[in-house]
């Protein structure tokens, strides 16, 4: 008998095709199967099985050697043939016992094989050992997919794609980029909001308001890289390059200022940001052996963070870098030549956002 799980939740209930022309021999197979609590479907050649198991790819079938319209042996030849029912296991039942016949049967793809007149005994055995088989390899098949889910949360797709296919002892993936943008966005007056509320109300805060820039990251086809504290960094141009990664930094950062205009609305609170942005070469990669992170390593990114710090509440800035790399600079107002900790003199520019902001307020 199947487990008591099985019984009492569908949902888990083993699924097992029977394909014979025989109507008795079929009538009693199914009849046992049921008996043992399995779900049965069923079919009277190869074609149908081919359609059932396209449907609802069973955890098992039953396949009959020698049928009309489409015998058992081409019937399993075509179900490993395709990738999206290779994996059922196949029981071949059949009159056939000579060592031809037998070995057809394996060499087309059958897990296993019966005579008949057929021993339900041992047949029951088999067909359990089998769904075993089966439930434990979509059980791996299942968590891969969670796995490479929760990868892809972490890392860009083709970096997980390469950490998957590579051994990870020792590896360590650093790309160079000779130019992208990068961004650093950070929430003014974090800290003191912080001393105001609960730890709790502070996380949910800036979750709601990360998960926006999240859904924009995506939207506009950019790389989310960390949040840091209250503070939120994007790349563009990076690891599949652009050359349009300038205008489209500076569309996410017009998208992430509107984004916060909404929610203050919305909240009935205020809360602005500091965006700042250069453009420039960096190391892109993944290092260490745990907490895989994808991470960027240079100038460019120190500059885009003295950018953010150099900026004011509301307000996007660039390096005269990326200023030059856009298509569009009417937007823009040159600052003062000012002097940055760490980078000496530098002419930037202040994005003009208000009209911007008006759409989201008004």
């Not at 008998?1 to 099985?6: D, G």
């Not at 075509?78 to 059949?94: G, R, S």
């Not at 089966?134 to 390469?162: D, F, G, H, M, V």
């Not at 960094?233 to 909404?262: F, K, N, Y």
């Amino acid at each position: 008998m199947i487990s008591a799980e099985f019984r009492t939740n569908p949902q888990t209930t083993p699924q097992i095709l029977i394909v014979d022309d025989e109507e008795t021999q079929q009538l009693f197979t199914r009849k046992i199967l049921q008996k043992e609590g399995y779900l049965v479907l069923e079919a009277s050649n190869g074609l149908e099985c081919l359609e059932i198991c396209q449907a609802n790819c069973p955890d098992i079938v039953l396949l009959d050697a020698m049928m009309p319209v489409m015998d058992g042996f081409t019937c399993c030849a075509q179900l490993k043939a395709n990738p999206k029912t290779q994996k059922i296991p196949v029981l071949m039942t059949t009159a056939l016992d000579d060592k031809e016949s037998v070995n057809q049967a394996f060499e087309v793809g059958a897990t296993d094989y019966v005579t008949k007149p057929i021993h339900w005994p041992v047949l029951i055995q088999r067909v359990r050992r089998l769904i075993q088989q089966s439930q434990l390899y979509r059980q791996l098949i299942e968590s891969q997919e969670k796995t490479e889910k929760l990868l892809l949360n972490i890392l860009p797709e083709s970096i997980a794609q390469r950490l998957q296919a590579e051994s990870t002892a020792d590896l360590v993936i650093a790309d160079h980029f000779p130019n992208v943008s990068v961004l650093f966005a950070d929430m003014v007056g974090f800290t003191k909001l912080a001393a105001e509320i609960s730890p709790i109300e502070l996380i949910l805060k800036l979750n709601s308001i990360f998960s926006e820039f999240d859904k924009l990251t995506e939207e506009y086809g950019l790389e989310k890289i960390k949040t840091i504290g209250d503070g939120y960094m994007v790349a563009s141009g990076l690891p599949i390059a652009r050359e349009d990664h300038a205008d489209a930094i500076v569309q996410i950062a017009l998208a992430m200022q509107q984004a916060m205009a909404r929610l203050n609305t919305e909240t009935k609170e205020f809360h602005s940001l500091r965006i700042g942005i250069h453009s420039g070469p960096v190391v892109a990669g993944v290092i260490g052996t745990k907490k895989f992170s994808y991470d960027l390593w240079g100038d460019t990114v120190n500059t885009a963070s003295r950018m953010e710090q150099y900026s004011f509440p509301g307000c996007i800035q660039v390096t005269e870098y990326t200023y030059k790399q856009l298509s569009k600079k009417h937007l823009f107002t040159a600052r003062e030549i000012m002097d940055v900790k760490g980078k000496g003199k530098m002419k930037t520019y202040l994005l003009d956002c208000s009209k911007h902001f008006n759409k989201c307020t008004a």
